[in-house]
């Protein structure tokens, strides 16, 4: 009987171990969800998996391709996918007790749930993902009626500063590309010819991958314009009044059919505005002091029509050919008054010059694109290829007075400049991915980008031509590339290793004979990204990448105009690359309605160029590029979204960062160490009755380059929206700089001289929108041109 009880309980006990011991069946659920009426992957569908209590066991969204990939115990549970305005699915009582594929899963149209607030699976403003972060502005009610420009300087950690120079993480070396191609319309100042009202999405990628080319020191932004895909003919209608004066209209319209799609955009706008800068001028020349107070207001008066058509053609389900054709003309016709009061040592004005100019600008900018597209039965096996042609051409113009007011009876002058700027353009590419085994993927591409520019200009004064004036320049650009990456996922790692190969040959002349430079030379660019799977949410990635940056034609080209000759801003034709070494090791954390991304980063720069401005014989001041010997940066960025409410979403980015600049430029050394830090919120509200609310405060804090003091600036931007008639029809009201506190001010100190600036910019902006639209809900996604 003893011996009977030894052995149950030795029984029990290790029944009681081999129960502890077995540790849950891990499974995989996948699945697709689709569209009924046009069979088009829906993004950001909610997938939940629900035990038999109802209490949620797991929840994701499903990516742009509409897929999902579940990772939980196995058991009998039900599933439910929802998406908004769509009947949800509920698939009840499945038994997962192996990786299961529930294939295509279709939503069907509610028209009910249209009228609903519950905004559950639509898809967020802002994705926050390892690789990029996706901000998709192509609802966003702030910038209708705007640019490009307008659109970017609401994306965290990017800043548009007076002139249009673009800023990543306080670093201009970013490379703006257009539907993930480059174009001349970014690299030559142009972003305003893109109107806010076609462009989907951005994506900011700090540390690109070797597939990205390596331009582009600080990393890469994407600007994605729209192209609508939805069944039958449909169209949308935009019409916008803005103070100060702007008017603008956009058409989007599409007609789809089972083997074809055509597609078409047009804009126009029309704008009136007064910008207003002033600048202290402080010598110091043998112990005499001058002072110069100068005033400068601009009437700028732009005139901007574009279009965009194209069409896909479907020859059957894995080939389809692309065509399109974009066209954008922007005419600038600018009146400025400058005002320059001179003012002895003892504050006595001694002399008033006024100047008038009268500038006109029209910028012309086509672009041809053909692709071809080849999916293959074998899934993420793909084939593409693209061929593009820009051609675009400038034609600047300036007539400037002159007159000595004080004292009097000096006669008028009259200073006339002509300069052509065009280009011609061509870009070929193409891509092959496929995957390796279950977990890997390979890629490999070959690429050539084709760029001629032209600028001849010249310059009369009093009816008499000014030799130094007087010139043609020639600049080309051929580059030849190639890369190769390889992904594979083991258990919890991910890794992505890619290498880039670039050929350069860069030539640059003129027709006086001043300069003939040819600039050759291969780099190679490896690119690393790591990641290590913390949790079934949270994720760590370590990435490197070796980055060039060229310089931009404008930063080439010797003649920028004589707009104010005591203070010329022009090109350095023998500037040279920069080449940077980027780290970063960045954390994703997804919680149900709150995503954090923490990130640390560090680059290492040679040769980076700088503006710098010095003081010619005469008293006057030349701003100019020149190349340095190396830049440090570093910083730490925080990014999260967090939706408290179903109603109301929010989204946060703070990023401090610091930077040592050094190097010596004719016999002087230049150098800074300095730190700063810049910050957004964002935050969206769905109100009953179709009623949104939306506001961005952002704030940039004071820093110091090699030069100059750079004052710290923020600004309030609140947008208002509201949908009628069945959400066939939107009214938006927007306010950007509604506090008027986007002035930038900016200081220098010598021993010799003291500048200080400050411009005004546009003040506050109102913009009033509405938009009507055919056989389109507002819900309905645009289909982007990377996609099938």
């Known amino acids: 009987m003893k011996i009977t009880k030894i052995i149950a309980w030795l029984l029990l006990l290790c029944c009681s171990l081999l129960s502890v011991a077995q540790e849950p069946k891990i499974v995989t659920i996948k699945g697709r969800v689709l569209e009924n009426e046009t069979q088009l992957p829906i993004e950001g569908a909610g997938v939940t998996v629900l035990a038999f209590t109802n209490q949620k066991a797991a929840s994701v969204a499903t990516n742009k391709n509409g897929e999902f990939n579940i990772q939980i115990a196995a058991g009998t549970y039900h599933i439910k996918i929802e998406f908004i305005s769509f009947k949800p699915i509920l698939l009840e009582n499945k038994t997962i007790d192996k990786d299961t594929e529930l294939g295509n899963l279709a939503l069907h149209t509610d028209i009910k749930l249209l009228k609903a607030v519950d905004v559950v699976g639509e898809k967020s403003s802002v994705s926050l993902d390892l690789d990029k972060k996706t901000f998709n502005v192509g609802k966003d009610l702030l910038s209708k009626g705007g640019n490009a420009n307008d659109i970017l300087s609401n994306v965290p950690s990017v800043n548009v500063d007076a002139n249009g120079t673009i800023s990543l993480r306080g670093n201009s070396g970013v490379r703006i590309l257009i539907n993930g191609k480059p174009s001349m319309i970014s690299a030559n100042n142009g972003l305003e010819q893109i109107p806010a009202s076609s462009i989907e999405k951005v994506e900011v990628i700090t540390n690109p991958s070797a597939k990205y080319e390596a331009q582009g020191g600080a990393g890469i932004i994407n600007i994605v314009l729209k192209k609508n895909s939805l069944s039958g003919l449909n169209a949308s209608i935009q019409a916008g009044i803005g103070d100060p004066t702007n008017y603008n209209g956009n058409v989007n319209a599409s007609f789809k059919t089972e083997k074809f799609n055509l597609f078409s955009n047009v804009g126009v706008r029309f704008r009136n505005l007064y910008l207003k800068d002033e600048r202290l001028q402080t010598t110091q020349s043998n112990g005499v002091k001058n002072v110069l107070r100068q005033n400068n207001l601009n009437n700028r008066r732009d005139d901007a029509y574009n279009f965009y058509i194209g069409g896909d053609y479907y020859f059957d389900a894995k080939n389809t050919l692309t065509g399109s054709f974009y066209h954008s003309t922007l005419i600038l016709n600018n009146k400025i008054n400058y005002h320059y009061n001179y003012f002895d040592g003892n504050n006595t004005n001694d002399s008033t010059i006024y100047r008038f100019e009268h500038y006109k600008e029209p910028k012309k900018y086509n672009q041809l694109e053909l692709s071809y597209v080849k999916t293959f039965d074998k899934k993420d096996k793909s084939w593409t290829t693209s061929l593009r042609y820009d051609f675009w051409n400038d034609d600047e113009n300036q007539n400037i007075n002159q007159q000595k007011l004080l004292p009097t009876g000096t006669p008028e002058s ?167 070494n980027s780290f970063e090791l960045a954390l994703l954390k997804k919680w149900d309605k709150f995503t954090l991304t923490p990130s640390v980063y560090y680059a290492h720069t040679k040769n980076y160029f700088q503006y710098v401005l010095k003081q010619t014989a005469d008293g006057f001041f030349l701003n100019t590029p020149i190349n340095l010997d190396k830049e440090e940066r570093y910083g730490v960025e925080i990014s999260s979204t967090y939706n408290p409410f179903n109603w109301w979403r ?99 100190h010598t021993p010799s001289y003291q500048l200080q600036s400050t411009a005004y910019g546009l003040g506050r902006v109102f913009n009033a929108t509405v938009v009507y639209r055919f056989n389109r809900k507002k819900g309905d996604k645009d289909r982007l041109p990377e996609e099938n």
């Open 414 to 580: 009259n200073l006339i400049t002509k300069n052509i700027e065009s280009s011609n353009d061509i870009y070929i590419q193409s891509d092959y991915n496929t995957k390796l085994g279950e977990n890997g993927k390979f890629e490999v591409g070959v690429r050539s980008d084709l760029r001629a520019i032209k600028s001849d200009y010249w310059a009369i004064a009093n009816g008499i031509a000014l030799p130094q004036y007087n010139n043609k320049l020639s600049y080309d650009e051929n580059l030849v590339s190639a890369y190769v990456q390889v992904g594979h996922k083991i258990k919890k790692w991910n890794y992505l290793l890619g290498l880039r190969s670039e050929l350069s040959l860069i030539g640059i002349s003129d027709r006086a004979g001043t300069f003939n430079d040819k600039k050759h030379y291969i780099d190679l660019f490896p690119t690393l990204h790591l990641v290590y799977a913390l949790q079934k949410s949270t994720d760590l990635q370590l990435s490197y990448s070796r980055r060039i940056n060229r310089p931009e034609f404008w930063q080439l080209n010797p003649f920028g105009g004589l707009s104010d000759t005591r203070y010329l801003t022009i090109g350095n034709p023998d500037l040279d690359p920069t080449y940077s």
């Open 650 to 748: 929010l989204s946060f980015n703070f990023n401090y960062y610091g930077f040592k600049q050094q190097g010596e430029f004719e016999g002087k050394q230049y150098g800074t160490e300095n730190q700063t830090w810049t910050s957004q919120l964002n935050s969206k509200i769905k109100l009953p009755k179709n009623l949104s609310i939306e506001t961005i405060f952002s704030y940039r804090g004071k820093f110091q380059d090699i030069q100059s003091i750079n004052k710290a600036v923020y600004r309030l931007n609140i947008a208002l929206s509201k949908d009628i008639l069945n959400e066939k029809m939107t009214l938006n009201l927007a306010a950007n700089n509604l506090l008027n506190t986007l002035i930038d001010r900016r200081e220098l």
